[in-house]
């Protein structure tokens, strides 16, 4: 089966932005982000939000004192995010996608960032671009830096997905210079109660090593 194109994976989004934006903000960012609220690093300092969707989570990290980039491919998610009323003028957008993260790396080659926030993002990803993903977020990485990454578990009929486990993409990690720091597996949407028939999630920290 021939890998499906970027566009392929974004029609949904293109087509219903305002749609999904409600079923994102079922959650609010504390919810969907409090298994890694811990392990962020201090403002003020530079993080990126890849497949930052409406923008909900970078916004509410920018309010936080955070200079945040957001990475988003989908037109329609972009414009619709930019004219939110509670969009944030300090969050920077940029057209780029995994697995290669090329304009992000061109718009901004002498300053790397102190995190990455990944929120359900890799599961848009083919299996066969994840060793060109890691290596792509280690490489806009500042030394020690962290990511933080929800994989989720299940399909949806309505979008197209690529499930993966934490030990298919754990020699991927170390690969590209990354380690795992903090692991919690198969937990449910906490934001619909964990009912049958709902996703199940795993939440990895990742840190980048030291020069």
Known sequence: MPKPSLSQILA?????????????????????????????????????????????????????GYTMTAVEPSAALRRFAQQRPDANSAVTWVDDALPDL?????????????????????MHVPEDDHDSAMVALSAILEPCGRVFLSLRQQTDPARLMFPTTVATLTPKIQRAGLRI?????????SWRGGSVGVPTWDFLVLEKGAL
Do not use: K
């Open 102 to 122: 090329w304009n992000v790396r061109r718009s901004v080659p002498e300053a790397r960032f102190r995190f990455a926030l990944l929120s359900s993002v890799l």
């Open 181 to 189: 720091v903090h692991a919690v597996e198969n937990l449910p949407s």
């Open 12 to 64: 949904p989004y293109e087509a219903d932005p305002e749609g999904y934006s409600r079923l994102w903000r079922q959650a609010t960012s504390e919810e969907a982000l409090r298994l890694f609220l811990p392990f962020f690093p201090l403002p003020p300092c530079r993080g990126v939000d890849i497949g930052a969707g409406d923008g909900r989570d970078a916004t509410f990290l920018a309010h936080r």
